[in-house]
């Protein structure tokens, strides 16, 4: 039984590009979170999908994007990259009705 | 908002000592869950709590929900070196499962 699978694991940009990530979540599960990790921080949350439907968003700007699709995976894309969007990208999947999450092993995004 | 804040940020321990991290939040949380994250690695669930007061304990760790609803505590016993890692809380906002993660606490255990 494959746990919540991300890809790419590492990648590298420029300021003023575009980024997309992706997730499989674990088998059974159809919601997708995502979380942005700064280095030493805590995982902030970006937003939740659920029936390719955003259903909650956290204080994140428009840039950040996402998708969900009807095989439960997920997209996370971020326009207009800045310095600041360097960090691990977490995507985590859960049952709708239960809180456990589980992540996968993340993305880490470097913006140059 | 919601915040949900940790103490300590990093603690260093003695292989053998026990250790605790204290979490509050400015809100009552109808849950409270726990993670572990090893350097490099990602946040791995521990434990929901969802009753006021409860107790829970996994081997050497103990779990604890405030009265209030409002903070919670993970003690660890004997602490070793496979303990080592960032421990944080989560809390949901209001209803919903989007949870706000805590500034966690970093753990060392010095053999």
């Known amino acids: 039984d494959a746990g919540v699978t991300q890809s790419p694991t590492h990648l590298i940009k420029t300021r003023g590009q575009q980024v997309t990530l992706r997730c499989s979540p674990k088998?059974?599960?159809?919601?997708v979170s995502w979380y942005q990790q700064a280095l030493g921080q805590g995982p902030q949350f970006i937003f939740q999908?659920?029936?390719?439907?955003?259903?909650q968003r956290g204080n994140f700007p428009d840039r950040f994007s996402g998708h969900q699709f009807p095989n439960y995976s997920s997209e996370l894309n971020v326009n207009a990259l800045l310095l600041g969007d360097s960090a691990l990208y977490l995507c985590?999947?859960?049952?709708?009705?239960?809180?456990?999450?589980?992540f996968g092993e993340g993305s880490r995004l470097t913006v140059l | 908002g919601q915040q949900v804040m940790q103490i300590p940020q990093y603690q260093h321990v003695q292989e053998g000592e026990d250790f605790t991290t204290y979490c509050n939040s400015s809100t009552t949380l109808s849950n409270i869950q726990w993670y572990k994250q090893r350097p490099g690695g990602h946040p791995v669930f521990l434990i929901q709590l969802v009753k006021s007061g409860e107790v829970k304990k996994q081997k050497r760790l103990t779990f604890q929900f405030g009265e209030a609803k409002k903070n919670s505590s993970l003690h660890i016993t004997a602490t070793q070196t496979t303990d080592v890692g960032t421990y944080f809380c989560a809390g949901p906002k209001n209803t919903g499962n989007q949870f706000y993660f805590g500034t966690g606490t970093s753990l060392t255990v010095i053999p």
């Open positions: 985590a999947s859960s049952l709708v009705f239960s809180g456990e999450l589980f």
């Open positions: 088998s059974g599960h159809d919601t």
């Open positions: 999908y659920y029936e390719e439907e955003e259903r």
